[in-house]
């Protein structure tokens, strides 16, 4: 990856949870003024930092989480209050090791997606109950290290397509990162955001 320019991707959210020794990371991205779509298992007490690029960001407190299924590695977090900054757009339909040092400034990277087969029959048995045909792959040269749980894939057309589930970082170059897909959710999405203003 390389850094954002500073109009890149301001949709980015970094969601901060904390106790009193160690400091949680994850991504999300916005989907309209008050809502943020990232990973389910990032779920814990959090605040959102809203406008990390270009910074400076400011702190908001998470007042709903709503997530779609125990099974499913996607929710929705609630900001206390409207936030200003543009939000990505939903997609109309018909997948790490914690770094000693997080980069400053927001990375971008292009990531090619990759055939799901290669490695199907491992997710079926280490995750028996998660809907694997809701998740895609991407190539693995690239450092899942810094790839922030929750952030989203987004397609070309500027519109989320996945967010950022996970990976095996002990084989960050070796083994694919994995996406959880949008599209099976988003009739869930529009009505939770739409619902709950």
């Not at 292009?110 to 998660?130: A, Q, T």
Request: hydrophobic share 35%; charged share 15%; aromatic share 12%.
């Amino acid at each position: 990856g390389q850094d954002c320019k500073p109009w890149d991707r301001q949709y980015h959210v970094r969601l901060v949870s904390t106790n009193k020794t160690h400091e949680n990371l994850c991504g999300g991205s916005l989907v309209n003024h008050q809502w943020i779509l990232t990973a389910a298992h990032c779920w814990t007490t959090m605040f959102a930092d809203i406008g990390v690029n270009p910074g400076p960001n400011t702190s908001q407190e998470i007042t709903d989480i709503r997530v779609f299924s125990p099974d499913h590695d996607i929710m929705l977090v609630k900001l206390k209050n409207l936030t200003p900054y543009p939000y990505i757009a939903l997609p109309k339909c018909l997948p790490c090791a914690p770094l000693k040092q997080h980069p400053q400034t927001l990375q971008c990277v292009d990531l090619p997606v990759v055939d799901c087969r290669s490695i199907r029959g491992n997710l079926k048995y280490y995750y028996p109950y998660v809907p694997y045909n809701n998740w895609l792959l991407s190539h693995h040269n690239i450092n899942q290290h810094f790839i922030h749980l929750g952030k989203l894939l987004m397609y070309i057309s500027g519109k989320i397509y996945a967010v950022v589930s996970g990976g095996h970082p002990s084989f960050a170059f070796a083994k694919p990162c994995y996406f959880v897909r949008v599209c099976p959710y988003i009739k869930w999405i529009r009505s939770t955001i739409k619902n709950k203003p």
